[in-house]
């Protein structure tokens, strides 16, 4: 089964960021979640891994037609999209399928999480008109699958769930037949803008809970356990609210492995999901940005990622992704409920 890996230490101990002079972490490149990185450190016995990652920690080499419009098409936009800034090891697989994640709200975030590189701060940047411009622009790309997410601005009255509401309409205007995912922050747990969200539509609404309950204030601070599971169980009864079926939309959460959970927590943690009716898990490896951020604490071996997405599917999760690689879009195409693909699928016939 898996094998176990010597514990890292960053530097000034794990969850302790690097600083500068000015109080901030230092620059460091930017991700969203599970980004690449290395490790430079000796092991705890003084040795150094013989590689960077274990041999199944590999990604094909970005390639395709469909990969290289996109890339090309993408040079000319003003258009963040995740998965160059976070180096995703999908990237070429799900561009190919012609999907990808799209960042709004800007590249700063309020929030200082242990496991994300994304610049933290205050936001200086709010573009009402971003809706519009993002909408045109992914229409250029003919995408069959857009996930759009945003980096969390706590200093919004919303959190900046006007921008999702907005753009969601924006795209189906923009791109009718075409599926729709937001990854939403928690919005403070605030009812008001997850009903905004909501009542615009999305196919999928996915917010990760990224870890186990214990080791949720080392990895996501300010983030609470409780008000993720809550954000999943308001929007299920939204989606039944707003359209009168509860599988309208689909709710959906990711988890990162490595950091220290146990597999009883992970398996709590499937069924804590499950008690809020969430429909779409995603389990993947987390890999450690920078040697400012957590330290990986083992790296799991692709059968016990199998074990976990049977023993998932077992609780009666819809769809289940789990694998070294797995990040919270991958696949996602694959997730949108059959009711609105079928939609999308006329939509697009005529």
């Keep these: 089964m898996g094998r176990e890996l010597p514990i890292f230490t960053a530097p000034g101990g794990a969850g302790h960021a690097m600083v500068t002079d000015h109080g901030r972490a230092p620059a460091v490149p930017l991700t969203i979640a599970l980004g690449g990185g290395a490790f430079s450190e000796p ?38 999209t995740v998965c160059e800034e976070a180096r995703c090891p999908n990237i070429a697989e799900c561009w190919e399928q012609r999907t990808a994640t799209i960042m709004i709200l800007g590249d ?94 999305p196919d999928i609404l996915n917010h990760n809970v990224e870890t186990v309950e214990r080791l949720q204030k080392p990895v996501r601070k300010r983030a609470r356990y ?41 398996s709590q943690t499937f069924r804590d999901l499950r008690a809020v009716d969430c429909d779409v898990l995603t389990v993947g490896q987390y890999l450690r940005p920078s040697e400012a951020h957590l330290p990986v604490v083992r790296y799991v071996h692709p059968d016990e990622f199998a074990a976990m997405k049977a023993e998932a599917l077992g609780l009666g999760f819809k769809h289940v992704e789990s694998g070294p690689l797995v990040r919270s879009s991958y696949h996602a195409r694959d997730q949108v409920p059959a009711a609105a693909r079928r939609a999308r699928a006329l939509t697009v016939a005529s």
């Design 226 to 266: 409780g008000r993720s599971l809550e954000v999943l169980a308001r929007a299920k009864g939204l989606s039944h609210e707003l359209t009168g079926r509860s599988d309208a939309v689909h709710t959906k959460s990711s988890l990162m492995v490595g950091l220290g959970e146990t597999r009883d927590e992970l």
């Design 108 to 201: 700063t975030c309020t929030r200082a999480c242990g496991f994300c590189a994304v610049k933290t701060g205050r936001p200086t940047w709010n573009d009402e008109d971003e809706p519009r411009r993002v909408a045109e622009a992914v229409a250029r790309l003919g995408l069959e699958h857009v996930v759009v997410t945003s980096v969390a601005r706590d200093d919004l009255p919303d959190g900046g769930a006007h921008i999702f509401a907005e753009t969601i309409r924006a795209l189906r205007r923009e791109c009718p037949g075409m599926g729709v995912e937001v990854l939403i922050p928690d919005f403070n747990g605030m009812e008001p803008p997850l009903r905004a969200v909501m009542e615009a539509g």
């Design 43 to 80: 092991a705890a016995d003084g040795s150094l891994p013989p590689r960077r990652h274990p041999d199944w920690i590999r990604a094909r080499l970005p390639s395709g037609p469909n990969y290289h419009e996109l890339k090309g098409l993408l040079r000319g936009l003003s258009l963040n």
